[in-house]
């Protein structure tokens, strides 16, 4: 049973914009705190923005300023708006629910390349 889903990634410019979505099942979207962490190459998985307990979002530093979090209670998903996209971006994103399990969606490639 897939629960959790990520699509939008692809090959961008450096500089350029690219948003991710993750569908969830509407218990995981209810009752679980969501986020988004990445893997590239070689390293370790690494948290990106994550929604905390009392609707605070945490960002990894490296994305401050750049990355936008968000979600849609609607449509049971969530994005990662990213802008200003850097070559050190490229990594595996993945979608994450938790803390039961935790619940890992798929991933999403995303390269940043000229």
């Known amino acids: 049973q897939v629960q959790l889903v990520e699509s939008g990634g692809g090959l961008v410019q450096p500089g350029g914009s690219l948003r991710l979505s993750c569908v969830a099942s509407?218990?995981?979207?209810?009752?679980?705190?969501m986020g988004w962490y990445r893997q590239a190459p070689g390293n370790q998985r690494e948290l990106v923005a994550t929604?905390?307990?009392?609707?605070?979002?945490n960002y990894a530093d490296s994305v401050k300023g750049r990355f936008t979090i968000s979600r849609d209670s609607a449509k049971n998903t969530m994005y990662l708006h990213m802008n200003s996209l850097k070559p050190e971006d490229t990594a595996v994103y993945y979608c994450?629910?938790?803390?039961?399990?935790?619940?890992w969606g798929q991933g999403t490639q995303v390269t940043v390349s000229s």
């Open positions: 994450y629910a938790g803390p039961w399990g935790p619940i």
């Open positions: 509407g218990s995981i979207f209810r009752s679980y705190l």
């Open positions: 929604f905390n307990n009392g609707g605070t979002i």
